[in-house]
């Protein structure tokens, strides 16, 4: 609970979408899952810590809550700074986290107190993702509104939304590979499994002044051969084929995202491993939960917040990867100079050997 900005100013204005977690969250005391439908019934503790955290807004005037969403374990909520903060944002979160614990105390947990008796209610700091403007704030807010039904699915589903630290596979040349995985594993057993792979040359978003893609227009770049490769890739879904593609250049991503659009299973390769907790976000959590989609990542490659830079070293080892699942579906990647048995060596070195024990 104590990822931020390393370079944020927390004392201007902003927005942001704020997570904090209970110190046991082996004790759901703020609520329960509805056993019909998906909504969560807030016990007495939980009505009252979120009235507590709407009147935040009451001991800092600067700050404006705009959502807050109160689960069985943890807590969202998405604030507005409205301007300059005698202190940091975290000091006004703290003063929720305490009276949150003193109304824990009020309801008789005897094991929750404030100060060096016992713990809080909730864990020490906070997760927090920077709301750059209204669009983001507007999509942070809908994400609090659908947080029970994505709950309510991971309870339908759990087999989709459990994390796997030690998913094995044997390569076709005799390497036992290990994975950290979430989503549906049997995809790999598919009897087509089809490599994406595409070059930064025949495809590119197009995108505004400050970088960001805008889908709606026309592509930058779209070449003949991508268009060709794509029709072909979404011919191959439409007669039951798996893709897998680590997703590296703007057109692998596209050519992925048509694909679950129509229907296809995929497998993803990530470049930095899983947390416990961590889930598909976004409309690829919705695929996973149809069993359309497999998130791999590397097992000797450890999990780290926020996104993880794509290195070449990173990019090498994924499209080997890719072209050892995909078997006769592989496609032809040339690895800029080096040969294939060194990329199979890093291959090695970010997975687990056959005897089990993390290379280093």
């Known amino acids: 609970m104590l990822r931020r900005c390393r370079n944020w100013n927390y004392r201007g204005t902003g927005g942001y979408m704020i997570t904090l977690v209970l110190n046991d969250r082996s ?6 899952l509805a056993a019909d439908r998906p909504e969560i019934e807030l016990s007495e503790l939980g009505r009252r810590v979120k009235a507590h955290f709407w009147r935040i807004a009451e001991f800092m005037p600067q700050i404006e809550v705009l959502g807050v969403q109160v689960m069985p374990e943890h807590l969202h909520g998405v604030l507005r700074v409205k301007g300059p903060l005698p202190r940091p944002l975290g000091e006004y979160l703290r003063g929720f986290k305490i009276g949150a614990t003193k109304i824990a105390r009020e309801l008789g947990y005897p094991d929750i107190d404030v100060g060096t008796r016992g713990r809080g209610l909730f864990a020490d700091g906070f997760t927090d993702t920077i709301l750059f403007d209204e669009i983001a704030l507007s999509r942070a807010i809908e994400y609090l509104h659908d947080n029970p039904r994505r709950l309510w699915v991971k309870h339908l589903h759990p087999e989709f939304f459990t994390r796997l630290t030690d998913f094995t596979w044997l390569s076709a040349n005799g390497n036992t590979l290990h994975f950290s995985a ?5 995809l790999l057993s598919a009897p087509t499994l089809v490599q994406v792979q595409c070059s ?13 893609i805008i889908r709606e227009l026309p592509p930058r770049i779209e070449s003949a051969l991508f268009a060709d490769r794509c029709k072909d890739l979404l011919s191959a879904v439409a007669h039951g084929a798996v893709l897998v593609s680590p997703c590296i250049s703007e057109g692998e991503r596209e050519i ?16 930095m491993g899983g947390s416990a907790l961590a889930k598909p976000s976004g409309v690829l959590f919705d695929y ?12 000797g490659w450890p999990y780290l917040p926020g996104k993880k830079p794509m290195k070449r070293h990173d990019a090498r080892v994924l499209n080997r990867i890719a072209q050892l699942l995909s078997g006769p579906g592989a496609a032809e990647i040339d690895y800029k100079g080096a040969r294939l048995d060194e990329v199979d060596a890093l291959v090695r070195e970010v997975t687990l050997e056959e005897t089990g024990h ?3």
């Open 27 to 32: 004790r759901p005391v703020l609520g329960r």
């Open 182 to 186: 979430i989503g549906n594993c049997s």
């Open 200 to 212: 930064r040359r025949d495809f590119a978003y197009a995108r505004d002044d400050s970088g960001k």
């Open 256 to 271: 992925v995202r048509l694909a679950l659009q129509q229907g296809a299973r995929v497998v993803i390769l990530k470049n």
């Open 288 to 299: 996973c939960a149809q069993g359309r989609l497999l998130l791999l990542s590397p097992a």
């Open 358 to 360: 993390a290379c280093r």
